[in-house]
């Protein structure tokens, strides 16, 4: 089995930045696309930011520019770098990764962005 661990979320200002991070452990073979979803209070869950394993990568049209998806395959981790937040970015956010051995989901990280 693999655990999805994020970190990272919390309350901040309209304007800031935060930078959450997602720690893959257990049985891991290999890694292919990594991944940060959100969702909004109400919302759907939908997809921010994907990376392959190769360094691809893909933003949602609604965060370009401003996140920034980025991986470390020695450390099995991904991280989601969050510039200028707004109040529309208050989410809880999730990591997904597809690996060899199935699609995992961590348990989400909240990020709640005061105006």
């Known amino acids: 089995q693999v655990q999805l661990v994020e970190s990272g979320g919390g309350l901040v200002q309209a304007g800031g930045s935060l930078r959450l991070s997602c720690v893959a452990s257990g049985s891991i073979a290999s890694i292919n696309v990594m991944s940060w979803h959100g969702q909004a209070p109400g919302k759907q869950r939908e997809l921010l930011a994907a990376?392959?394993?190769?360094?691809?990568?893909n933003y949602a049209d609604s965060v370009k520019g401003r996140f920034t998806i980025s991986r470390d395959n020695a450390k099995n981790t991904v991280y989601l770098q969050i510039d200028s937040l707004k109040p529309e970015d208050t989410a809880v956010y999730y990591c997904?990764?597809?690996?060899?051995?199935?699609?995992?989901w961590g348990q989400g990280t909240q990020v709640t962005v005061s105006s």
């Open positions: 990376i392959s394993n190769r360094g691809t990568t």
């Open positions: 997904n990764m597809v690996t060899s051995r199935g699609n995992f």
